[in-house]
C-alpha cells in the first residue's frame, strides 16, 4: 500500500460564466409573453378586433 489516489476536482467557471446573457433572455421572453397574453385577453374583454387597434 504505498500511494492512494486522489482525484483532482476542477472549477467550471468557465461554463457558467456566461449564465448572464441566457437569464437575460429568458426575462424579456417571459415579459414580451406576458405582454402578449395581457393584448390577448384586451382584445377578447372588449370584443374588438386588431384592426380597430390601429383605427
Known sequence: ????????????DDEEENDLVPTI??????VL?????ALAIMFWITEKEFGE???
Open 1 to 12: 500500500m504505498g500511494t492512494i489516489g486522489t482525484i483532482a476536482m476542477s472549477d467550471d
Open 25 to 30: 433572455l429568458s426575462i424579456l421572453a417571459f
Open 33 to 37: 409573453s406576458l405582454a402578449v397574453l
Open 53 to 55: 387597434l390601429f383605427g
